[in-house]
């Protein structure tokens, strides 16, 4: 078994793709870790702001919260007609160019980029987070822990969305049956003392007002929290997932996460007001995140809090399935346009788009090395991308109930009503995180938008220009022409049985055969070890005996030798020389350069070779016009064996027989005569 194989799984073939599709218990995990997982950050962002104001500060947590979660299920509810508006991936790039533009369709779409790759980078950060809360020792190995684990989630979604929605399963419920626990034991605690509860362990004080409780720091700290939301649009863009009935399963995918966000948001934020809880330094000694604070203070440092945190540590690091899920669709649908390299359109052996998936884990491994894996470092660039894109995506949505109200009537109005209130609300957020992060870091995505823009509108204009030039204006019809046979020319380094192989290949095309050594590739030592003089006598010599005279005695033209003085050591330009001159020698033929090459059997042996022929390849068909052509003769180092890729494509096993095909002969239903019509 290949160590692919191994790794990834057998390749799959297009008629499993069905089977890959999920349902609402895969689809929490696949696509609602993103939002789950962002009540573990986005509670301890907003209090990270509050806490400059003290006491005061912390006693705003719930009532920001509330905000959050209003803005939570108004972003509901546009989502929920979107989904049913458009059942084949109803994401903010394709809403927004249906409705509004290309331009504002790949705005949306760079937002959504963005925030993709961000998401991966913080959930992967704050999940290091709670492993060093429980685990401070780690505190120094924060971001080759970070780099492990996107490893480990980039090889499981390679895997194919199924299988990382199964693999993610426990993790996930375990998650929130925990964290829900923890929740009810605080709000227990608060109800039954009053409102004054008496932690187990109690938290650290809350430190001295640094700043007065202004607008500005309201503003910042509901910014700051508008990161709990980032995750919401993911069943949106991810419908074609789903199983049938694709609507009704994405819906219910949607609310289920909506309800249980809603819950953790505002079941932590009262604990956080009764018992205190502070934001604390992840670089400083001691570090303890806000969840860790909550379970300390109801239930101690026991088996409960322990099994907690490694949930937490689960769902936080594996949030980035959720990027990982539609960042590659997205992909998919942009090079589809022509947006992209067209690479990030084809599906990898599990049907999942391994191009999108690795640069997704590229972009955020480099994310994470910049800013070291901490989160508070990172939270300033997040959640611009994702309301950019909930602000496009329900203008985009408004503007389609407007086009349909003739054929909806009243109801068009009230949709109109419903996604334009949410276009409103999300634009108004934007416009509050623009003001409150940019100087802390939001400049950053500011910055990279039009960039990334700019990038994309290049590879459409790229693609657009060689369409053109391929397709062309004119006559498509064959063109009948001379076909005279190629001049065929070799380029050897000795005479050997590999340049015999391939020579034997040239005359099977041309009469018209040249070969090409180059003097001198390997450098002056090898010159002083062997004369000039010495190494063009040998080696005429050996075309002699070896070639020119069996030729003859055959009746066939005997392939002519070519020596050429490379001072420079460069094989790429002495063969390009040649190769004009033989095409202005045979005027009108083409000349094929047919290539001997040494295919290793082995992965380790790529290591033992220098791989000239690849790049004397590029070169020629990048350099030598248009009427060259090469060919490649192989000669493997260990025997051809394709039986594990024939294999990779065999089908799967066939279903079991009917149950007549363990009867008895005289017992199975008489076959029908040769012949006979069935009735």
Avoid at 360 to 371: C, E, N, P, R
Wanted: proline share 7%.
């Amino acid at each position: 078994m290949s160590l692919i194989r191994f790794l990834v799984g057998r390749r799959l073939a297009n008629t499993e793709a069905e089977g890959k599709r999920i349902g609402l218990g895969p689809a929490i995990p696949a696509m609602g870790l993103d939002a789950l997982s962002s009540a573990a950050y986005g509670p301890e962002a907003t209090l990270s702001v509050l806490i400059a104001a003290g006491a005061a500060g912390v006693g705003l947590t719930l009532p920001i919260s509330a905000a959050i979660v209003l803005l939570l299920f108004i972003l509901y509810f546009s989502y929920r007609q979107t989904i049913a508006a458009y059942p084949h991936n109803g994401g903010s790039y394709t809403v927004a160019s249906d409705n509004l533009g290309v331009y504002p369709g790949l705005l949306a779409a760079t937002a959504l980029m963005i925030d993709y790759t961000l998401n991966v980078a913080v959930g992967i950060s704050a999940g290091v987070g709670a492993l060093i809360s429980a685990i401070p020792p780690l505190q120094p190995y924060i971001l080759p822990l970070c780099l492990a684990i996107l490893a480990l989630i980039t090889l499981v979604n390679l895997r194919g969305t199924r299988e990382s929605g199964v693999a993610f399963a426990l993790p996930t419920y375990l998650f929130i049956l925990t964290l829900s626990a923890a929740i009810l034991l605080g709000l227990y605690e608060v109800v039954r003392s009053g409102g004054h509860p008496h932690p187990v362990i109690a938290p650290p004080a809350i430190p001295k007002a640094t700043e007065s409780l202004s607008l500005l720091l309201i503003l910042k700290a509901f910014a700051s929290g508008c990161t709990a939301m980032t995750g919401v649009e993911a069943v949106s863009n991810g419908v074609s997932a789903f199983r049938e009935p694709v609507v009704a399963n994405a819906r219910r995918t949607l609310a289920t996460i909506v309800f249980l966000l809603a819950l953790f948001l505002l079941g932590i934020a009262v604990p956080v007001q009764a018992y205190g809880f502070v934001a604390m330094d992840q670089n400083a000694p001691g570090y303890q995140s806000v969840l860790s604070q909550l379970l300390m203070a109801v239930s101690g440092r026991g088996w409960f809090y322990y099994l907690t945190i490694a949930s937490i540590l689960a769902v936080l690091s594996l949030s980035a399935n959720t990027s990982f899920v539609d960042f590659p669709r997205l992909c998919r649908l942009l090079a589809r346009d022509g947006f992209l390299p067209r690479a990030f359109a084809m599906p990898g052996r599990r049907l999942v788009y391994s191009a999108g998936v690795l640069f997704l884990a590229g972009a955020a491994g480099l994310l994470l090395i910049v800013f070291d894996g901490i989160t508070d470092r990172l939270i300033p660039l997040f959640a611009i991308g994702a309301f950019l894109a909930f602000t496009l995506s329900q203008a985009g949505m408004a503007v389609h109930w407007w086009r349909r109200r003739a054929e909806e009537g009243a109801m068009a109005y009230l949709r109109l009503l419903i996604n334009g209130g949410g276009a409103v609300a999300t634009l108004v957020a934007l416009g509050v995180i623009l003001i409150a992060k940019f100087l802390e870091g939001a400049w950053i995505t500011v910055a990279i938008i039009p960039l990334t823009l700019t990038l994309l509108r290049a590879i459409k204009r790229y693609y657009a220009r060689l369409d053109a030039a391929i397709l062309g204006a004119g006559d498509r019809r064959l063109q009948f022409r001379s076909y005279a046979p190629p001049v065929a020319l070799l380029p050897i380094q000795r005479w050997d049985r590999l340049a015999r192989k391939a020579l034997n290949f040239a005359l099977r095309v041309s009469h018209d055969v040249y070969a090409l050594h180059v003097v001198a590739l390997e450098g002056p030592d090898a010159l002083r070890e062997e004369s000039r003089e010495e190494h063009i006598a040998r080696l005429r010599r050996d075309w002699q005996r070896f070639v020119a005279e069996p030729a003859r005695r055959r009746g066939l033209k005997p392939p002519e030798l070519l020596i050429e003085d490379s001072p420079y050591r460069s094989l790429i330009a002495p063969l390009l020389r040649t190769v004009f001159d033989l095409g202005k020698k045979f005027h009108g033929r083409p000349v094929m350069v047919v290539m001997p090459e040494v295919v290793e059997g082995r992965w380790w042996e790529m290591f033992l070779h220098t791989r000239r022929a690849q790049y004397l390849r590029r070169a020629l068909l990048r350099h030598g016009g248009t009427n060259i052509v090469v060919a490649t003769v192989p000669w493997q180092t260990a025997e051809p064996e394709p039986e594990e890729l024939l294999a990779e494509e065999e089908p799967e096993p066939a279903p079991p027989e009917p149950a007549t095909a363990g009867l008895a002969p005289e017992t199975r239903p008489a076959a029908a005569p040769s012949g006979a019509k069935a009735k």
